[in-house]
C-alpha cells in the first residue's frame, strides 16, 4: 500500500516562504518520479513541478519558475517543494504525488490528502 504524506503547509504573507515536505512508503521510492500539484477553490487541479528517478530530471510550471525548488532524498524517502517569493495567487491545496515522469494529473498511479497553503496579501 503507497501512501504519501503531505507536510509544511500554513498560512503566509506575501513575499513569504514555505517548504513542503512529502514522505512516501509502501513501494521503492527512488524508482519512481515525485511530482507537486495544487487546486485552488473552485479550479481544477494543476501541475506544480515534478522530479524524476534521476535528479537532473525537473519540469516546472511556468508561473512558479524560479520561486520554487522540487528537491528529493531517497534515503529519506522524501520529495520537497521549496517555495520562495509566495503570491496570493499561489493559494491552494498542495498535493504530493508519484507516477510516471509527467506534468499530467492523469499519469499519477498516487496521491497524498494535500496541504493547505494560504498566502495573504
Known amino acids: 500500500q503507497v501512501q504519501l504524506v503531505e507536510s509544511g503547509g500554513g498560512l503566509v504573507q506575501a513575499g513569504g516562504s514555505l517548504t513542503l515536505s512529502c514522505v512516501a512508503s509502501?513501494?521503492?521510492?527512488?524508482?519512481?518520479?515525485m511530482g507537486w500539484f495544487r487546486q485552488a477553490p473552485g479550479k481544477e487541479r494543476e501541475f506544480v513541478a515534478t522530479?524524476?528517478?534521476?535528479?537532473?530530471?525537473?519540469i516546472y510550471e511556468d508561473s512558479v519558475k524560479g520561486r520554487f525548488t522540487i528537491s528529493r532524498d531517497n534515503a529519506k524517502n522524501t520529495v520537497y517543494l521549496q517555495m520562495n517569493s509566495l503570491k496570493p495567487e499561489d493559494t491552494a491545496v498542495y498535493y504530493c504525488a508519484t507516477g510516471a515522469y509527467s506534468t499530467d494529473v492523469r499519469d499519477m498511479q498516487y496521491w497524498g490528502k494535500g496541504t493547505l497553503v494560504t498566502v495573504s496579501s
Open positions: 522530479i524524476g528517478r534521476s535528479l537532473s530530471n525537473i
Open positions: 509502501g513501494r521503492t521510492f527512488s524508482m519512481y518520479a
